[in-house]
């Protein structure tokens, strides 16, 4: 019954009705999930270079800004646990993008469940390496969070998304990506709020009038 419930969260994250407050219609959902020009800007190993489970990277990608999250880790279930858990403390009920981290959160979580059922039905035994791919992904006209699980190559002791199967796009409100990729830059980059000031606010796309008050300074 639980998984019968996930399946359904996952079809529901797809089936947003095209033209919804603060929305892009599927068909432009291509162009900024393509990250064959991708220019990386910083990166992370997490939680450690001595023990990694993935990477955090800050990306431009043409006219959008990337916090991209790329894990690839025996233990998938227990990093989105954590994820969770940093979410629900960078997003109390009082603070504006509360209910759009609700739903990030109940995405990954069914995403996981879904990458773990794929991954008892695997053919290749000898691999234990569950991969989940969360992007933030801002521009002038768009808010998403995107969730793929990826096929991944290692390149220089680094690994790149060769190709990714797409699981998840959320359209969400502009003050909770740009806040996040604010979260993510103190935690996983381990950036200060002046060096994230620095590097960030010349990259990301300016805030709408209407969502008021600045998410970064809603985070400090």
């Known amino acids: 019954m639980r998984r019968r419930a996930l399946a359904a969260l996952v079809l529901a994250v797809f089936s947003v009705p095209a033209g919804a407050a603060g929305e892009k219609p599927q068909a432009d959902w291509a162009r900024l999930l393509d990250g064959s020009r991708d220019e990386v800007v910083r990166a992370e190993f997490v939680p450690s270079a001595e023990q990694p489970v993935g990477e955090v990277r800050l990306v431009r990608r043409a006219d959008s800004v990337v916090m991209q999250t790329v894990l690839y880790t025996k233990f998938l279930k227990r990093v989105v646990a954590e994820i969770r858990k940093k979410e629900e403390a960078a997003w109390p009920r009082d603070r504006h993008g509360h209910a759009d981290a609700r739903k990030y959160v109940d995405a990954i979580q069914s995403a996981q469940a879904g990458i773990q059922e794929r991954f008892r039905r695997r053919e290749d035994r000898g ?19 995107a969730i793929a699980e990826p096929t991944l190559a290692e390149e220089g002791g680094r690994v790149r998304v060769v190709s990714r199967r797409q699981i998840a796009v959320l359209p969400l409100s502009r003050a909770y ?44």
């Not at 990729?181 to 990259?203: C, F, G, H, Q, T």
Request: no cysteine.
């Open 177 to 220: 990506v740009r806040g996040n990729v604010y979260e993510i830059a103190w935690d996983a980059l381990k950036l200060d709020r002046k060096e994230s000031w620095n590097l960030l606010e010349p990259m990301l796309p300016p805030e709408s009038p209407a969502e008021g008050k600045s998410s970064e300074k809603e985070g400090g």
């Open 127 to 145: 691999d234990r390496t569950q991969r989940m791919l969360i992007e933030f992904i801002l521009s002038g006209q768009a808010s998403i969070v």
